[in-house]
């Protein structure tokens, strides 16, 4: 429950990882807007559903807009948005469900579009708010609600996911690398194009990730998530594929393409190029009349 929404009870569970993913939100969302001087009302954050669905209504301090949209929806909401202002800085929230289910169909659209936004995927490998159903990032063989005889269809890799699709930027991090993930989800806003931050994010509830994540020396448990070496050139997608097929998770920036060119910027450019003007919604009627 927040102050700002008291009939509605936005519940997080106790050491949910999307508590580190809000505050990592907050602060870059303060330190762009303080940067640039523009005030935070030219972000907009576009939640899905699920749990991460919820931060768009728990941000604390000077708001940015929100909507709070429909399952598998947050690229089209944020691409008709992108589309009327190409000012706004629009950043997108959502889950490992919400994003790579239905909403994965929607990934590669926009990644050849190059839609001008960035979005914060959420991943728990589990879909927590409706009770731990298997999720697409949930392993292979896993027994939940919805999968009694252990999940039968393989577990996702979002991050080959992604690059196949043509995101131009790509980052992984932790929802207890608060600090880190702040500037690099700053990074991923200034950055001209389709930009993604994948962010391991355990639900404490249904599927715990924090100690594998972590690994244990004394045990000799090799941890799950390991930083990318400094030597990494990000802008080699060869390299971005090693590091996406790799079966630990990489934390840092895996990929940015340079020489990225957003898609407002392509469509003024071809408007330039063709001398075409845009035609009013008058004059469209028009051309359907009978």
């Not at 598998?72 to 190409?86: E, F, W």
């Not at 469900?97 to 929607?106: K, P, R």
């Amino acid at each position: 429950m927040s102050k700002r929404n008291p009939e509605y009870d936005f519940k997080w569970c106790p050491g949910c990882g999307d508590f580190g993913v809000k505050r990592a939100i907050e602060g870059a969302l303060t330190d762009r807007s303080a940067t640039l001087s523009q005030p935070i009302e030219n972000s907009v954050i576009v939640a899905g559903i699920g749990c991460s669905g919820n931060l768009v209504h728990l941000q604390e301090g000077p708001q940015p807009f929100g909507i709070h949209g429909i399952h598998g929806r947050t690229l089209p909401i944020a691409y008709g948005l992108k589309s009327n202002r190409p000012d706004l800085n629009v950043l997108i929230v959502s889950g490992d469900g919400d994003f790579l289910s239905i909403g994965g169909e929607h990934i590669g659209p926009q990644a050849k579009r190059n839609l001008d936004v960035t979005v914060v995927v959420m991943d728990n490998g589990v879909y927590g708010l409706t009770k731990g159903q298997a999720s697409p990032t949930t392993e292979i063989e896993v027994v939940t609600s919805t999968t009694p005889y252990g999940k039968l269809d393989d577990r996702s890799r979002p991050f080959e996911t992604y690059l196949a699709a043509g995101v131009s930027f790509l980052a992984s991090t932790l929802s207890t690398q608060v600090k880190a993930m702040q500037q690099m989800i700053l990074e991923a806003m200034e950055y001209p194009g389709f930009s993604i931050v994948h962010v391991q994010s355990p639900c404490t509830t249904y599927n715990d990730t924090y100690a594998a994540l972590k690994g244990n020396e004394k045990e000799g448990i090799l941890p799950m998530a390991y930083p990318i070496e400094e030597g990494h050139d990000a802008g080699d997608i060869d390299a971005a594929y090693r590091l996406a097929r790799d079966s630990r998770i990489p934390v840092g920036v895996i990929y940015k393409k340079e020489d990225s060119i957003p898609a407002h910027e392509r469509l003024n450019l071809a408007r330039e190029r063709t001398g075409a003007t845009q035609k009013s919604v008058e004059e469209l009627f028009q051309t359907m009349a009978i």
